[in-house]
T-cell receptor
Framework: GQSLEQPSEVTAVEGAIVQINCTYQ??????LSWYQQHDGGAPTFLSY????GLEETGRFSSFLSRSDSYGYLLLQELQMKDSASYFC??????????????FGQGTELSVKP | DGGITQSPKYLFRKEGQNVTLSCEQN?????MYWYRQDPGQGLRLIYY???????QKGDIAEGYSVSREKKESFPLTVTSAQKNPTAFYLC????????????FGEGSWLTVV
């Protein structure tokens, strides 16, 4: 089967740096993406890694290592508004599940003053 | 403006009733998805469609049905066979089989009374 594992919750203080890990088991996928979801809202796209390495978008960076089946989202200069749930996701290209989008269970980030 | 429109935002259903959630997109996207999210949980895939007149079951399709008669529309029916339908339902779309940025609607809250 296919699955993504994330820590259920992470706590950090304003101004700090936090890393949210995602390990996955999937036979084939296009890349790893990350989404942010505030309470009661829809997820919004943050970052995408098609290739191994680091992608930087402002305060957010994401990393992928296909050989380790591992990725992470790095949030710098944390702000209170960053308190939300963060999901990693992959898109399968296996023959019988082409295009299937799979999400991790999400990591709830709490930013404290 | 382009986007995904879900309706209704809030819906109450009596036990034994079928209800249909609407999802319309004007992004000209090929692929559309339905996810279910329970409080504090991740997104679970119900159904997805890569092309008009074709769709596949996701991980939790039992008790749900969909249709894809038009490219822009992907309605979800929650049938009476779904024993625990109270949840937040999210519709999403992507440009194609390889597109990795997922666009979400605002979601529909379904409550069984």
């Amino acid at each position: 089967g296919q699955s993504l594992e994330q820590p259920s919750e992470v706590t950090a203080v304003e101004g700090a740096i936090v890393q949210i890990n995602c390990t996955y088991q999937t036979s084939g996928f296009y890349g790893l993406s990350w989404y942010q979801q505030h309470d009661g809202g829809a997820p919004t796209f943050l970052s995408y890694n098609a290739l191994d390495g680091l992608e930087e978008t402002g305060r957010f960076s994401s990393f992928l290592s296909r050989s380790d089946s591992y990725g992470y989202l790095l949030l710098q200069e944390l702000q209170m508004k960053d308190s939300a749930s963060y999901f990693c996701a992959v898109r399968s290209y296996t023959y019988n599940q082409g295009g299937k989008l799979i999400f991790g269970q999400g990591t709830e980030l709490s930013v404290k003053p | 403006d382009g986007g995904i429109t879900q309706s209704p935002k809030y819906l109450f259903r009596k036990e034994g009733q079928n209800v249909t959630l609407s999802c319309e997109q004007n992004l000209n996207h090929d692929a559309m998805y339905w996810y279910r999210q329970d409080p504090g949980q991740g997104l679970r895939l119900i159904y997805y469609s890569q092309i008009v007149n074709d769709f596949q079951k996701g991980d939790i399709a039992e008790g749900y049905s969909v249709s894809r008669e038009k490219k822009e529309s992907f309605p979800l029916t929650v049938t009476s066979a779904q024993k625990n339908p109270t949840a937040f339902y999210l519709c999403a779309s992507t440009p194609g089989q390889t597109g990795n940025t997922i666009y979400f609607g605002e979601g529909s809250w379904l409550t069984v009374v």
